[in-house]
């Protein structure tokens, strides 16, 4: 695993992306409308495993805080941290319009672990890994941050042909479901590297799942397939 640290673990021209889209983020038919759709999956998958009502969860690259408000509403206390100001704000004030109590944080969550050591009992990294220089690095400070028998979840695309032709050609070129340029094959993550990462940390993988995202029904759901985007769930002894 690399050593980066929390003062350079990000790339600017990520942060810069997605703070243009903080003011839309909301929208349900804006850019960021698959996210709408694979949120009820993704809560589901994590609702499924971990009894959300009275743990404490932090959310990791929380964007305007459509997974945070969500874990919220099922009982859960929740922090969640980004590292785009324009979402954070965006985040805030969309928890004062709903009234779902979430504290949000603009920290890097290689600092948040070196000040919160086994603070959590469940942590969500959803859509994040693949935009950040070192995901090992993430991957540690979430194992950091969870306390015994807490679990983590993660969610990202694999790289494989199939999602090169869905995530980027199909969907930012075709359809232009997304703005251009918001995922970059390379960085994609294969199932193996993931589960690589969460060895290193010390977590045991309990399971990895497909996530389907269907354009013309707008809707999403987990499945076996996992060629294209994928959950995974794993439990720090």
Same mark, same amino acid.
């Given at each position: 695993?690399?050593?980066?640290?929390?003062?350079?673990?990000?790339?600017?021209?990520?942060?810069?992306?997605?703070?243009?889209?903080?003011?839309?983020?909301? +929208?349900?038919?804006?850019? &960021?409308?698959?996210?709408?759709?694979?949120?009820?999956?993704?809560?589901? /998958?994590?609702?499924?495993?971990?009894?959300?009502?009275?743990?404490?969860?932090?959310?990791?690259?929380c964007g305007a805080g459509l997974l945070s408000e969500a874990l919220a509403r099922e009982g859960?206390?929740?922090?969640?941290? +980004?590292?785009?100001p324009d979402l954070i704000k965006v985040a805030r004030l969309h928890?004062?319009?709903?009234?779902?109590?979430? +504290? /949000?944080?603009?920290?890097p969550v290689e600092a948040l672990a070196a000040e919160a050591p086994g603070t959590f009992d469940v942590v969500t990294c959803m859509e994040m890994l693949e935009h950040v220089p070192d995901p090992g690095s993430i991957i540690a400070a979430c194992a950091t941050l969870l306390?015994?028998?807490?679990?983590?979840?993660?969610?990202?695309?694999?790289?494989?042909?199939?999602?090169?032709a869905l995530a980027i050609v199909g969907a930012e070129y075709i359809a232009r479901?997304?703005?251009?340029?918001?995922? &970059? /094959?390379?960085d994609f993550i294969r199932p193996s590297e993931l589960g690589a990462w969460l060895r290193e940390a010390g977590f045991l993988l309990e399971d990895v799942s497909g996530l389907y995202y269907d354009p013309l029904r707008h809707?999403?759901?987990?499945g076996k397939r996992t060629d294209v985007n994928y959950l995974a769930c794993a439990l720090k002894p």
């Open positions: 695993m690399t050593t980066a640290t929390h003062t350079d673990n990000f790339s600017q021209v990520e942060l810069d992306k997605f703070n243009a889209l903080a003011n839309r983020w909301w +929208d349900p038919e804006g850019p &960021q409308k698959p996210l709408h759709a694979l949120n009820p999956a993704r809560l589901g /998958y994590v609702r499924d495993r971990v009894p959300l009502r009275g743990v404490r969860a932090l959310d990791v690259g859960a206390e929740v922090t969640a941290i +980004d590292l785009a928890g004062l319009e709903s009234g779902v109590k979430v +504290d /949000y944080r603009l920290s306390k015994p028998g807490g679990r983590l979840f993660v969610s990202t695309l694999n790289r494989t042909p199939a999602a090169f479901m997304l703005p251009k340029g918001t995922h &970059q /094959y390379r809707s999403a759901r987990v």
